[in-house]
C-alpha cells in the first residue's frame, strides 16, 4: 500500500501494550511509520491495608497479558517477523 499510493510514512495506531511488537513487524518491512497508542493501561498502586499488597485476580490478568506480550515478541523474532 505504501508503494501503490506513494506515501512516505504513515501512523501505527495500536494498544499501548501491543506496540512494541506491532512496531517491531513494521520496522523488519522497513517501513516507515510513528507509533501512536490508542490507549495505555497504567493504574497506580492504591494501598490502604497491607492486604491490598497480595495478588489477586486482576494482577495476575496484567502478568498473563504481559507474558504473552514478551513470548510473542519473542516468537516473532525467533520466526524473522520482527
Not at 510514512?9 to 501494550?17: E, I, Q, R
Not at 502478568?63 to 520466526?79: F, M, N
Request: zero cysteines; hydrophobic letters at 50%; a negative charge.
Amino acid at each position: 500500500l505504501f508503494a501503490e499510493h506513494g506515501w512516505a510514512d504513515g501512523l501505527l495506531v495500536t494498544s499501548a501494550f501491543h506496540m512494541p511488537r506491532a512496531l517491531a513487524v513494521f520496522r523488519r518491512a522497513a517501513l516507515p511509520v510513528s507509533p501512536v497508542t490508542s490507549d495505555v493501561r497504567v493504574h497506580f498502586p492504591f494501598v490502604e491495608s497491607p492486604l491490598d499488597l497480595l495478588p489477586d485476580a486482576f494482577a495476575l490478568n496484567q502478568t498473563t497479558d504481559a507474558i504473552k506480550e514478551v513470548v510473542g515478541l519473542l516468537v516473532y523474532r525467533l520466526r524473522g517477523w520482527a
